[in-house]
């Protein structure tokens, strides 16, 4: 069964700083999604980035860029120039192509502070 | 947009009613899915759905059962309520066999049974 795993369950960083969360998977699949999703409080979860495991080139979406290591299964996500508004729980989450099930992580709260 | 929408939002209620938790999508999306939140924010999956006339059960064995007679509306019904089915519900839809594979989910529903 594949799973995934986030060892960070909280993270601080001030407004316009950068911040990494981590994430690792374990698979025996080659060919599957990731995923970056955001949880604010009391709010509806929202896809932050995706990255399919068959592209090398990391995704990227304006603030937001993933380092994605297949070889390694790790999958981290990057903010750049960190705002108030990206306080939240961030889950990674994978799916595979052929059941596609998608798993979540156990999440990492982030703390964003003035 | 994805537009996928859950009612209620909350719902106090007392032990041994019966209860179900409505999910539609107006994305046209074949997979939809169940997660349980529990107040760590870890996020179960507890059903799923290819299309009409297609359950699964998830990783975590729930009470809880659903149905799927049409492709919009996938609802959540415990027979049953018991405290501890005390939880957050968020119920998901993605489309199947696409280069879109990205969940889109409701804003969830707040289960507490007394």
């Known amino acids: 069964a594949q799973t995934v795993t986030q060892s960070q369950p909280e993270m601080s960083v001030q407004e316009a700083e950068t911040v990494t969360l981590s994430c690792t998977y374990d698979t025996s699949e080659s060919d599957y999604y990731l995923f970056w999703y955001k949880q604010p409080p009391s709010r509806q979860m929202i896809l932050v980035i995706r990255?399919?495991?068959?592209?090398?080139q990391n995704a990227t979406e304006n603030r937001f860029s993933v380092n994605f290591q297949k070889a390694a299964k790790s999958f981290s996500l990057k903010i750049s120039d960190s705002q108030l508004g990206d306080a939240a729980m961030y889950f990674c989450?994978?799916?595979?192509?052929?059941?596609?099930?998608?798993?979540f992580g156990t999440g990492t709260r982030l703390l964003v502070s003035p | 947009e994805a537009d996928i929408y859950q009612t209620p939002r909350y719902l106090v209620i007392g032990t041994g009613k019966k209860i179900t938790l409505e999910c539609s999508q107006t994305?046209?999306?074949?997979?939809m899915y169940w997660y349980q939140q529990d107040p760590g924010m870890e996020l179960h999956l507890i059903h799923y759905?290819?299309?009409?006339?297609?359950?699964e059960k998830g990783d975590l064995s729930s009470e809880s059962t659903v149905s799927r007679i049409r492709t919009e509306h996938f609802p959540l019904t415990l027979e049953s309520a018991r405290p501890s089915h005390t939880s957050q519900y968020l119920c998901?839809?993605?489309?199947?066999?696409?280069?879109?594979?990205?969940?889109?989910f409701g804003q969830g529903t707040r289960l507490t049974v007394v």
């Open positions: 994305m046209g999306h074949d997979k």
């Open positions: 998901a839809s993605s489309e199947l066999g696409t280069g879109k594979p990205e969940a889109f």
């Open positions: 759905s290819y299309g009409v006339n297609s359950t």
């Open positions: 989450a994978y799916m595979n192509t052929g059941f596609q099930k998608l798993v």
């Open positions: 990255q399919e495991a068959y592209k090398q």
